[in-house]
T-cell receptor, first 117, second 114 residues
Framework: GAGVSQSPRYKVAKRGQDVALRCDPI?????LFWYQQALGQGPEFLTY????????KSGLPSDRFFAERPEGSVSTLKIQRTQQEDSAVYLC???????????????FGPGTRLTVT | GENVEQHPSTLSVQEGDSAVIKCTYS??????FPWYKQELGKRPQLIID?????GEKKDQRIAVTLNKTAKHFSLHITETQPEDSAVYFC?????????????FGAGTILRVKS
């Protein structure tokens, strides 16, 4: 079966533009996470969904960042009025969850590399 | 909140030698510690994990040890091979039933010289 997919893989935005990054998790996975990975650093948590409910958004760096998962599958991370410091790789991960009969292993997507010029 | 520190930032070993990467964490409530391998331009992939109810776990050439008292855990790779070259990330979290908000270390670049 297909793994986690993300689109676009690369995005160049001019400062001030809005961007939308898409994540298609593994079918049936309950949990979905967004992470931001700056160059040479480990991924940093942004937000977490359990089905369609956004249970934790403590990692979103500002109110310019918004994430949704309206039907409990595909998720979109939106960044408004992009700034240069938003340049990073945005990783999405999903897990089935033990209560759903799986494990908590997070399967990562390939990421979207965002460059703000 | 949780903070994870990882050392060394780069590690070069000769093929066949062992490699050890160490991490410390700050939150004594953390009880799940996965390790991820990320090859250049690719997605992180889980290679091994450990829960805090065990002190050591092994999977072929890879092992992880955990010292809860000292709040540190280590990744051991034996008989290293060139394909082990990658960036390795440790992480810590409080294990939850549906998923874990991972706090990652900064990563270790491992180079295996043949």
């Amino acid at each position: 079966g297909a793994g986690v997919s993300q689109s676009p893989r690369y995005k160049v935005a001019k400062r001030g533009q809005d961007v939308a990054l898409r994540c298609d998790p593994i079918s049936g996975h309950v949990s979905l996470f967004w992470y931001q990975q700056a160059l040479g650093q480990g991924p940093e948590f942004l937000t977490y969904f359990q089905n369609e409910a956004q249970l934790d958004k403590s990692g979103l760096p500002s109110d310019r960042f918004f994430a949704e998962r309206p039907e409990g599958s595909v998720s979109t991370l939106k960044i408004q009025r992009t700034q240069q410091e938003d340049s990073a790789v945005y990783l999405c991960a999903s897990s089935l969850g033990r209560l759903a009969g799986g494990t908590n292993e997070q399967y990562f997507g390939p990421g979207t590399r965002l460059t703000v010029t | 909140g949780e903070n994870v520190e990882q050392h060394p930032s780069t590690l070069s070993v000769q093929e066949g030698d062992s490699a050890v990467i160490k991490c410390t964490y700050s939150d004594s409530a953390s009880n799940y510690f996965p390790w991820y391998k990320q090859e250049l331009g690719k997605r992180p992939q889980l290679i091994i994990d450990i829960r805090s109810n065990v002190g050591e776990k092994k999977d072929q050439r890879i092992a992880v040890t955990l010292n809860k008292t000292a709040k540190h855990f280590s990744l051991h790779i034996t008989e290293t091979q060139p394909e082990d070259s990658a960036v390795y990330f440790c992480a810590a979290t409080i294990y939850m039933e549906y998923g874990n908000k991972l706090v990652f270390g900064a990563g270790t670049i491992l180079r295996v010289k043949s």
